[in-house]
């Protein structure tokens, strides 16, 4: 077998793993809303501790003061802080915000109009369809805070079957 044919071992287990726990986040949506933001609040703290790690390499290799990157990173670490020991209000405002972003971005997709709809009217009209049905969902979500929970499960653990499917392809290729 040729070096190019070889497993990629490594790449094989974590696609495994990724569809693992998408198949475990699937299971159990609502109880893993609280995993899932605790997850949230340390991805916030790694971030912060890797910014912190590029201001001071930025500093060091290129002599410019990266005060605005060592400032995020202090933010971010301090959000991860305060998302981990506040996780039920973090959970909370993380399904409100999830809600208000499905609008948002259906009232900017509303007035956003690409090239491809420019050139064809029927796209156009179904695309300010969809994006008037995901304002109503958005505002559904805003009432109904459990359906809102179980759909930020869902579309984690739709991105959690991404990643293994192309981590395993990336294993096999």
Do not use: C, D
């Not at 990157?69 to 670490?77: H, K, V």
């Not at 050139?119 to 359906?147: C, K, Q």
């Amino acid at each position: 077998m040729s070096q190019n044919n070889r497993i990629k071992w490594p790449s094989l287990v974590v696609g495994v793993i990724f569809l693992i726990i998408a198949v475990f986040i699937m299971s159990f949506p609502q109880e893993n809303l609280f995993i899932i933001t605790w997850l949230i609040g340390l991805l916030f703290i790694i971030n912060g501790f890797m910014e912190l790690v590029m201001s001071v390499n930025m500093r060091k290799h290129t002599n410019q003061n990266s005060v605005f990157i060592m400032l995020t990173a202090i933010i971010n670490i301090i959000i991860g802080i305060v998302i981990i020991l506040n996780i039920v209000t973090s959970t909370t405002f993380i399904i409100y915000l999830f809600a208000v972003w499905f609008i948002i971005h259906a009232v900017l997709a509303i007035f956003t109009v690409t090239q491809l709809e420019r050139s064809n009217r029927l796209l156009h009209t179904i695309s300010i369809f969809i994006n008037i049905l995901e304002i109503i969902l958005g505002i559904l979500l805003l009432f109904n805070p459990i359906i809102a929970a179980v759909l930020v499960s869902f579309v984690l653990a739709f991105v959690f079957v991404i990643i293994g499917i192309s981590q395993i392809i990336i294993a096999l290729s």
